[in-house]
């Protein structure tokens, strides 16, 4: 029916209590911000020394960038050339649940409703869901989450100038402190104020329950597959779920779930957990009581995950599963949501690779752009130490950097571009070459044209012969 992975221990809510408390006790204000600053003075020495160690990492930057480029180019020819193989190789699988042996090895397309668990069930807390009509059951998540302190740093620069008429920079920082919701532990141990101090111990964690199979008709889904077009949906509990869900599992009511002290609400508390199911959620009984998080409080929420209609493009392999597809070039497997034909499948997949193309492009532009800024940057710090005029002067030369680099980034950019469509398009660049040639030939003659006719024009008035004046 269902499988689990993973159970907690133990619980031990007096330990959280205990660390709340303390949390509590040290800190003055509950849910307030405190701010410790710490400062760093700087100089125009120190800042120079700290462009010039700028210049290493600006150096990697400006010929990483190089790498990025080209091999940007290089990955999208490849893919670009795959997918026209596979749409010219790829054939319609037919119906998924008897799938035909003839495509075995083939690359093969397949679409349909997919099917999952009947039941997956979180039995630590006794929580279960069943399949619907929305698509096939994949999975139930549980998402723990502790109220705890997080610190913020932030960064000031002041900047002032001393008697010389020298610039002077002070950095200094600040820190503050706010509770919030987190599914992951915060150490306290690090933070400035040793007053915000978080607990240590949770006392249960997150966990998710998965379907042995998701299916697509006769085919199983593999996992990666699976969290392409899985939908997570939040799973709003109460008591009357919650009851239904314990006669789901065939468990006694009376000896997993227990009534609270609110008749009224009919709140229940899970058994050894201390639970109380309001807002949707599964609260600690103190905060369901309180309604007001403190730090230490913990909530637990639900996630169904479903899987819908789904389109698969792929290699058949058997009558049970399907994988990757070799082309001469990548190995491809396409998955969308919904019912599409395969050849919306092959437009949806060139046109996330154009979209990834542009934007590894902007990528290595903007690595180049930061490389050669951080190669100039020592010569606006040099430029403020004039007296008087170094804080001009270092604005001009910050500016001329940024107006160098950009131009050079450009430049550069498109001509790793350009060698790398020569290397991986050459029929492309050929083409371009000769379209760039056609006008440029064209000056070229109207020039040399031109130029003969002025000679024609000038070599009959000098041949003509002129008869002497009387």
Not at 123 to 147: F, I, P
């Amino acid at each position: 029916m269902y499988n689990r992975r993973g159970r907690d221990g133990g619980v031990d809510w007096k330990s959280a209590a205990m660390g709340a408390a303390a949390g509590a006790a040290a800190a003055s204000v509950m849910g307030g911000q405190r701010r410790y600053g710490g400062r760093q003075g700087g100089n125009v020495g120190g800042a120079i020394c700290g462009s010039c160690c700028g210049i290493v990492f600006g150096i990697v930057l400006f010929l990483s960038s190089f790498g990025v480029l080209t091999f940007n180019e290089r990955s999208a020819v490849r893919m670009e050339r795959s997918l026209h193989e596979g749409l010219k190789a790829v054939t319609d699988g037919g119906d998924p649940m008897n799938p035909s042996a003839d495509n075995q090895g083939k690359l093969v397309y397949f679409s349909g409703r997919a099917n999952g668990a009947k039941i997956i069930a979180d039995e630590d807390l006794g929580v279960a869901v069943e399949r619907s009509s929305e698509g096939g059951l994949a999975a139930l998540k549980r998402v723990v989450e502790m109220y705890q302190y997080k610190e913020h740093k932030h960064k000031h620069e002041r900047k002032h100038r001393d008697y010389d008429g020298n610039t002077r920079t002070e950095r200094y920082y600040t820190y503050s402190y706010s509770p919030e919701w987190s599914s992951r532990a915060i150490s306290s141990s690090s933070f400035h104020d040793t007053s915000y101090v978080n607990p240590t111990h949770w006392p249960i964690r997150s966990d998710a329950q998965y379907a042995r199979r998701v299916r697509l008709g006769a085919l199983t889904l593999s996992t990666s597959i699976v969290e392409q077009v899985a939908t997570p949906t939040p799973l709003h509990l109460d008591g009357k779920k919650l009851k239904s869900m314990q006669k789901l599992l065939g468990s006694s009511t009376s000896s997993d779930v227990s009534l609270s002290a609110d008749a009224d609400s009919r709140q229940l508390a899970v058994a050894n957990h201390g639970l109380v199911p309001k807002q949707g959620m599964l609260l600690s009984e103190a905060l369901a009581a309180r309604g007001t998080p403190q730090i230490g409080d913990v909530r637990v929420r639900f996630e169904k995950v479903i899987v819908g209609d789904v389109t698969v493009v792929g290699k058949q392999i058997g009558k049970e599963s399907i994988g990757k597809f070799k082309t001469s070039y990548n190995n491809i497997m396409l998955v969308s949501k919904g019912i599409k034909t395969s050849e919306e499948m092959f437009e949806d997949a060139q046109n996330a690779n154009t979209m990834k193309t542009w934007l590894m492009r902007v990528v290595g532009f903007v690595m180049m752009f930061i490389g050669i800024n951080m190669l100039l940057s020592p010569a606006s710090q040099i430029a403020s130490i004039v007296p008087f005029l170094g804080g001009m002067l270092s604005s001009l030369v910050s500016v001329g950097a940024c107006l160098v680099a950009t131009t050079a980034s450009i430049g550069l950019s498109l001509a790793t571009i350009a060698i790398s469509w020569v290397i991986f398009r050459p029929e492309l660049a050929i083409a371009l070459v000769v379209i760039a040639a056609v006008p440029l030939l064209g000056l070229q003659r109207l020039v040399a044209a031109q130029n003969g006719s002025a000679g024609k024009s000038g070599g009959g008035d000098r041949g003509r012969r002129l008869d002497p004046i009387d």
